[in-house]
């Protein structure tokens, strides 16, 4: 199995400091635990606190999942993070006609962003497949 670092253990620890909403979980591809993360504060602070411990393990399971090459995932989810809602992380990707739409409605009225905390781990992996 051929090893890529696709996902940075410094990004990860960074969005854990917000982790009781589940950003680092989907940062490591894991929208599920992230939403639960999301609606439950880390599991009431229990599961925020473990995953401190567990942040190496998503991050060694992120980088054998998922496609490195032209795309940077850590660039794609600062942009997502913050400026999600302008579409800046969807003409990162060279997906500038709905970059352009996320810019003018705010990200799809938010839905937009949803759904790429919940896809971009695979819009990028699906890219660079593409691209090489």
Partial sequence: MRYHDT???????LLWIFGFLGS????????????????????????????????PSMDRQADLR???????????????????VFGVHRMYQGKWITGLLYLLTGGFFLIGVLYDFWTLNQQISERNRLWG
């Fill in 24 to 55: 680092h979980r989907f940062y490591y591809g894991k929208p599920i635990t992230g939403t639960i993360w999301f609606f439950t504060l880390g599991l009431l602070f229990v599961g925020w606190i473990i995953d401190l411990f567990l942040i």
């Fill in 66 to 84: 998922f496609n490195s090459g032209r795309l940077d995932y850590n660039i794609a989810w600062i942009l997502l993070t913050f400026l999600g």
């Fill in 7 to 13: 996902h940075s253990k410094v990004i990860g620890y």
